[in-house]
């Protein structure tokens, strides 16, 4: 292949997300080390360092400098493509919104707002993701392929879009390059039980979960700690003063790391989801994981894991109990099965990718 290649990331902001962005791109790069890229990336990002992907001589990158506020930005982007973006034969879209104008896209999907709430009921239906689904569907005819990670968001976005039916394509990915299979060694606690939720504050994370358990945290017999990934300050005060909750604020890589080596499990109460990485971290650190009663987090971890109504606090202390429970019966987890459908590197990832473009 020759033709010249976009590879578009300026829409990716999540740390979660950035990680693994940053996986692809660079597994992308040495799969298309004698080929012409433009490579498009936020002004500031957690990605890349300034220069970072530049030693490679054959790609250019762009720093997108936004003007107006982000999300009137991403709107004008999407639809006045071609004042912004270099028009290549092809191109890799890594932030969910095709651009208009330009044929032969690859689309990766990871916002699970694209989906419609008549799908979807815990979709957002604000002004904002009302606008991202009209400007998704409006660019559709410029998709070559939409990818996804799971089989329930394949199923949730071709109902949402059906003229979508037979460009969709389920690409799981693995963690992030920076997350390593060394917490092997973990000595766990049995008479208390630490559970890490990395996450950022947006509705659908539903942390207002944690004020409704308060009351039945404290009727638990056995210390719980809950670690999450905000300043004190991004959540109301009322879930910030819970004296069982910790707030970390966001982790480096090496910081996240050391959490799932010490805690216990990792509690997962999302509503919407299109992956959920922290399920796939946790599975390959050989952790348990509580989570939500859905469709996504069933769809990656199976039967291993402890479910429990998100809706529901009382629901998501029993599933405490009753990982403290099998803890104390000696239990061990076994992701064996649920791991199987995960690649096993980004370069298979990439490559998947790449057949999508030469199809």
Known sequence: MNKQLMIHATNISGLGACQVVKSLITSLIKQFKDQKIELYLPLKDSMFEPGEPGELDSIKVHRLKRFLPNSLSRVSESILSPLYFKKTERSIILGDLPLRGFDNQVVLVHQPNLISPKINPYSGRNIKYRIARWIFKSNLKFVKHIVV?????????????????????????????????????????????????????????????????????????????????????????????????????????????????????????????????????AMIAGLPIICSDLPYARWLSEEQAIYFDPLSAKSACEAIEELHRRMADKWQVNWKQALAKIPNSWDEVANKFIDLLCQ
């Open 149 to 281: 990670q799971t089989g329930v968001m394949k199923e949730q976005i071709i109902a949402s879009y059906p003229e979508l039916t037979d460009r969709v394509t389920i690409i799981p990915q693995p963690a992030p390059v920076w997350f390593n299979r060394r917490m092997i060694n973990r000595k766990l606690q049995e008479d208390s039980i630490t559970l890490f939720y990395p996450a950022n504050n947006y509705p659908h994370k539903n942390f207002k979960i944690f004020e409704a358990m308060n009351d039945f945290v404290n009727q638990i017999e056995f210390p719980v700690q809950v670690i999450v990934t905000l300043n004190s300050t991004e959540i109301s005060p009322s879930i910030a003063k819970l004296n069982w909750l910790k707030c970390v604020g966001r982790l480096t890589p090496e910081e996240c790391l050391k959490q799932y080596e010490q805690v216990t499990a990792l509690f997962f109460p999302s509503l919407l989801e299109s992956y959920g990485l922290p399920l796939v971290e």
